[in-house]
């Protein structure tokens, strides 16, 4: 019998107009983004399927679209591949996926996953508004040259590899200066491609500390349950199933670095044969097919 891993994309997978074809054909979709549009207290819908582009880019609002469209393709999948929810043996998400995934997981409730996403992205805009910094994807050097660099542009401010994606593909964050120092290193170092993310600032770093603070109560407050499907988090590859470990998963995890290889190669290493990805995008699979190029991917 197969084994699935269910797969959430995060932050930079968003495009005006995701998710249109399920809201078209899908009631119970319908459904879902009028009881979001009611939660967040605005037209969330519009941002997602008309834009603009510039406002559904914000942090404080991609958060909430990402997730929504999100869960309205689990929807989806729900229709066209029940198997793959019956074979489903992990879950995760990059970043803000791993909260769509402990609402899959039945760790916390739609309602309240929303809200924290909306809280998250806003206490990170904000953050991002105190220390302006960036992200930059690095890709086609090995994970010690990259290293070496940061540690090289940290003379230009603060700076270092934030998400471990896949082999050769890195991204680094921090101060705008150290960014640009980076990227110069980078080019004489050999890099295939340099690029910004479009973010508003050094997510996944210590420069996103004031965010912490302000989610960690939030949190700490909230009534998280057990794991119904296994829970993996990028920010150690480890499964966890205590709820209050969970929260203490969700506060590190926004100055935390992502390592999405190794979490991907622990459930390789479990036997998963078959991921889906379920959200808008193909970012993941892209990272998969990097990762291992005998895994099924949806």
């Given at each position: 019998?197969?084994k699935t891993?269910?797969?959430?994309p995060?932050?930079?997978?968003?495009?005006?107009?995701?998710?249109?074809e399920l809201?078209?054909?899908?009631?119970?979709?319908r459904?879902l983004?009028?009881?979001a549009n009611e939660i967040?207290?605005?037209?969330?819908?519009?941002?997602?399927?008309?834009?603009?582009a510039?406002e559904l880019d914000?942090?404080?609002?991609s958060q909430?679209?990402?997730?929504l469209?999100?869960?309205a393709?689990l929807e989806?999948?729900k229709?066209?591949d029940?198997?793959?929810?019956?074979?489903?043996?992990a879950?995760?998400g990059?970043?803000?996926g791993?909260?769509t995934?402990?609402?899959?997981?039945?760790?916390?409730s739609?309602e309240?996953?929303?809200?924290?996403v909306?809280?998250?992205?806003v206490?990170?805009q904000?953050?991002?508004?105190?220390?302006?910094g960036?992200?930059v994807?690095?890709i086609g050097?090995?994970?010690e040259?990259?290293?070496?660099?940061c540690?090289k542009a940290?003379?230009?401010?603060?700076?270092?590899?934030a998400n471990?994606?896949?082999p050769?593909n890195y991204?680094?964050?921090?101060e705008?200066s150290?960014c640009e120092?980076?990227?110069?290193?980078?080019?004489?170092?050999?890099?295939?491609?340099?690029?910004?993310?479009?973010v508003?600032?050094?997510?996944?770093?210590p420069l996103?500390e004031?965010?912490?603070e302000?989610m960690?109560p939030?949190?700490?407050?909230?009534i998280f349950?057990?794991p119904v499907?296994p829970y993996i988090s990028?920010v150690?590859a480890e499964?966890?199933?205590?709820p209050?470990e969970?929260?203490?998963?969700?506060?590190?995890?926004?100055?935390a670095?992502?390592y999405w290889?190794d979490?991907?190669?622990?459930?390789?290493?479990?036997?998963?044969?078959s991921?889906?990805?379920?959200?808008?995008?193909r970012?993941?699979?892209g990272?998969?097919k990097?990762?291992?190029?005998?895994a099924t991917?949806n």
């Amino acid at each position: 019998m197969s084994k699935t891993a269910i797969l959430f994309p995060g932050q930079g997978a968003q495009t005006v107009g995701m998710g249109r074809e399920l809201y078209d054909s899908s009631s119970r979709v319908r459904e879902l983004y009028a009881h979001a549009n009611e939660i967040v207290g605005y037209d969330l819908t519009k941002i997602c399927l008309d834009g603009p582009a510039d406002e559904l880019d914000s942090t404080a609002q991609s958060q909430p679209a990402i997730f929504l469209t999100s869960l309205a393709a689990l929807e989806g999948l729900k229709d066209s591949d029940p198997k793959a929810l019956e074979n489903c043996v992990a879950t995760t998400g990059l970043s803000l996926g791993e909260y769509t995934a402990l609402v899959f997981a039945g760790v916390m409730s739609f309602e309240d996953g929303l809200r924290l996403v909306r809280m998250r992205g806003v206490a990170m805009q904000e953050a991002a508004d105190e220390r302006q910094g960036g992200m930059v994807s690095v890709i086609g050097l090995p994970v010690e040259t990259v290293a070496e660099l940061c540690e090289k542009a940290g003379d230009s401010g603060a700076i270092q590899i934030a998400n471990y994606l896949c082999p050769k593909n890195y991204v680094v964050s921090g101060e705008l200066s150290a960014c640009e120092k980076l990227v110069e290193l980078a080019k004489e170092a050999g890099a295939i491609k340099l690029f910004p993310l479009a973010v508003a600032g050094a997510f996944h770093t210590p420069l996103m500390e004031s965010a912490v603070e302000k989610m960690r109560p939030v949190i700490e407050g909230m009534i998280f349950s057990t794991p119904v499907v296994p829970y993996i988090s990028g920010v150690d590859a480890e499964f966890h199933s205590n709820p209050d470990e969970i929260k203490k998963i969700l506060i590190r995890q926004i100055s935390a670095p992502v390592y999405w290889e190794d979490a991907m190669r622990r459930l390789l290493k479990d036997e998963v044969d078959s991921f889906y990805e379920v959200g808008p995008g193909r970012v993941l699979r892209g990272l998969m097919k990097r990762i291992d190029r005998s895994a099924t991917l949806n």
